[in-house]
C-alpha cells in the first residue's frame, strides 16, 4: 500500500480557508488520492477523491500537483463543525479496502 | 433512507469471552467491510464481505471472523477476546460497481474489554 504523510495537526480560524496538506512521494500511476474525515464520536466519511485534475464539490476542493506526489485539501470557508481528524488515502481504482495513516487533526477557533 | 447502522453502541467484555458485533449496511449497498479503530489510531482494515463470503482480509488473527446475511447486513465476531481488543469496530458499507466508489461508516460499537 502506497504511503501519505500528514502534519499530525493543522489549527485554523472559523470562516478561513484552510489547506490540508498530504504528500506521496510514492504514489502509483493507477493510484486514486482519496480524502476522508472523522468527525468526533463518529465514524469516517467520505469527502473527495481525484486522479489527476483539480476536483471540486459541495464539500470540498482538491488541488493535486502536476507531479501527483503531492495534494492538498481546501475547505474553503471553515466552519466549528469542519473540525475533524482528516485522512489522506492512496487508493487503486476498485480496491477494496482503506488504508488509514494518522491523519490531520484539524481545530478551528471560533 | 437510513445510513450504516450497527449494534450495539457500547459493549463490555471480560478476557477470554467472546462476542458478536452487528452491521446493516446503506440501502442498495451489497459490500461490508470492518475496521477496527484503537484509541488515537487510524482505523485499520480486517476484512471484507461480499456475496456472503470474505474477500480481502488485513493483518488480523483468526479470532476475528465474519459473517454476511442474504439481505446483506454482517456479523463480526471475535474469541478469546484480549485487554488489545479493546477498541471501536467500524462497519462501512459500498457498491464498488458504481464508478463513483465510496465507503460509508456506520457510528461504530465501542468495545471493552476487562
Known amino acids: 500500500d502506497a504511503k501519505t504523510t500528514q502534519p499530525n495537526s493543522m489549527e485554523s480560524n472559523e470562516e478561513e480557508p484552510v489547506h490540508l496538506p498530504c504528500n506521496h512521494s510514492t504514489i502509483s500511476g493507477t493510484d486514486y488520492i482519496h480524502w476522508y474525515r472523522q468527525l468526533p464520536s463518529q465514524g469516517p466519511e467520505y469527502v473527495i477523491h481525484?486522479?489527476?485534475s483539480n476536483v471540486n464539490n459541495r464539500m470540498a476542493s482538491l488541488a493535486i500537483a502536476e507531479d501527483r506526489k503531492s495534494s492538498t485539501l481546501i475547505l474553503h470557508r471553515a466552519t466549528l463543525r469542519d473540525a475533524a481528524v482528516y485522512y489522506c488515502?492512496?487508493?487503486?481504482?476498485?480496491?477494496?479496502?482503506?488504508?488509514f495513516g494518522q491523519g490531520t487533526r484539524l481545530t478551528i477557533n471560533p | 433512507d437510513a445510513g450504516v447502522t450497527q449494534s450495539p453502541t457500547h459493549l463490555i467484555k471480560t478476557r477470554g469471552q467472546q462476542v458478536t458485533l452487528r452491521c446493516s449496511p446503506k440501502?442498495?449497498?451489497?459490500?461490508v467491510s470492518w475496521y477496527q479503530q484503537a484509541l488515537g489510531q487510524g482505523p485499520q482494515f480486517i476484512f471484507q464481505?461480499?456475496?456472503?463470503?470474505?474477500?480481502q482480509r488485513g493483518n488480523f488473527p483468526d479470532r476475528f471472523s465474519g459473517h454476511q446475511f442474504p439481505n446483506y447486513s454482517s456479523e463480526l465476531n471475535v474469541n478469546a477476546l484480549l485487554l488489545g481488543d479493546s477498541a471501536l469496530y467500524l462497519c462501512?458499507?459500498?457498491?464498488?460497481?458504481?464508478?463513483?466508489?465510496?465507503?460509508?461508516f456506520g457510528p461504530g460499537t465501542r468495545l471493552t474489554v476487562t
Open positions: 464481505y461480499y456475496e456472503e463470503e470474505e474477500r
Open positions: 440501502s442498495g449497498h451489497d459490500t
Open positions: 488515502i492512496l487508493l487503486i481504482q476498485g480496491a477494496q479496502k482503506l488504508v
Open positions: 481525484g486522479l489527476t
Open positions: 462501512a458499507s459500498s457498491y464498488p460497481r458504481d464508478s463513483y466508489y465510496e465507503q460509508y
